[in-house]
């Protein structure tokens, strides 16, 4: 297939290049565009042809449901059964944003979307070009993170083109992500709601907008087995890239130690080795591809490199990426969570 590829100011939007994508989508075709989380892989959510499509050009495993776009609450209504009084407080508080919301799905929701579950997950994105698109066609947009399954999330045009050139019809350049992590899934289903991964909107916001917010226990677990996620697209592993990851978890100081010793040691063996390091910590390290992610005292700096980064020791071909771990509060949940998916659990924790 032949993708083509556009690139559109979000601060000037070009409407004719919006007209496109929305005519493949109501066509049945694929569009990746960039969300303030990652770029999204878009098809007609209610087509099902068009979203089987994605499962194949992504090679998703068929039992990991999709987020459905919306650009209003009207759309919201007619694929659900009803909105709970605390999801409209919760709109209405953050959306458009990162913020998906599991709700129960009504009849219109093909079963493809759902993976066979009685609830849809649905988001408005606040990406301007995420927006229009949606606001164009007129039809909701199912929309996973525009990788291939398994890699690290696209936060940039460049990632998704590396993935899925010649899968999809189009490809929106918009600029970098700015989140760089995806959205917050929370379950209104249940009381008090509960958090299936961790993303853009925090627990911390999220109670003091509603109240007690409870955390699938799967998510604050540091070992895959333990427990069964809800969300089932968090039992897989993830966000890996070529090079094999390892966590260093403690105190700071002792963090660093550790990575110098062990990028010393890989570089005896002749193993090119990465470092992620912070603000902080980067000018400590004299061996290995050092990459600052952020500075420690902003997670949100961090969630909005770690995927980029992740990417990019991969194509300064490092075969091992020794990264510090940060405090797992705010934001730093949602980094830490994908940090140790992307380690496949592989954490070494030093001296307290
Ligand atoms: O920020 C985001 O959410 C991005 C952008 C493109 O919007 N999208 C995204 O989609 O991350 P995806 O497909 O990569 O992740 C969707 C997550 C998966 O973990 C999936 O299992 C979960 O949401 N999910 C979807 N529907 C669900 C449902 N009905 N119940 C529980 N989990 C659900
Ligand atoms: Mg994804």
Known sequence: MKTIIKTIDKNSIDIKNIGIAADILKSGGLVAFPTETVYG??????????????FVAKGRPSDNPLIVHVCNVE????????????????????????????MEKSSRVPEIITAGLSTVAIRMPSHPIA??????????????????????????????????????????????????LESTVLDVTVNPPMILRPGGI??????????????DKAILSDHLEDIKPRAPGMK???????????????????CVEKIRELAESYKRDGIPV?????????????????????????????????????????DKGVRVILAEAIEDTGVGLAVMNRMKKAAGYNIIKVGD
């Open 274 to 314: 990465g470092i992620l390091a912070t603000e902080q910590t980067k000018g400590l390290y004299t061996v290995g591809t050092v990459m600052s992610l952020g500075d420690r005292k902003m997670p949100d700096t961090i969630a909005s490199s770690l995927f980029r980064e992740l990417r990019h020791l991969d």
């Open 75 to 102: 759309m919201v209504k007619r694929l659900v059964k009803n909105i709970p009084e605390l999801a409209f407080k919760l709109m209405e508080k953050f959306w458009p944003g990162p913020l998906t919301l599991i």
């Open 41 to 54: 892989l878009g098809a007609n959510a209610l087509d099902e042809k068009a979203v089987s499509e994605i």
């Open 202 to 215: 925090t627990k911390e916001q999220l109670e003091e907008a509603v109240g007690k917010i409870d955390i």
């Open 236 to 254: 897989y592993t993830h966000y890996s890239p070529k090079a094999d990851v390892i966590i260093i978890e403690g105190k700071v100081e002792a």
């Open 131 to 180: 927006l229009k698109i949606i606001e164009e066609s007129q039809v909701p947009v199912a929309a996973p993170s525009a990788n291939i399954s398994g890699k690290p999330s696209p936060t940039e045009a460049k990632h998704v083109i590396e993935d899925l050139m010649g899968k999809v019809e189009l490809i929106i350049d918009g600029g970098s992500s700015q989140v760089g």
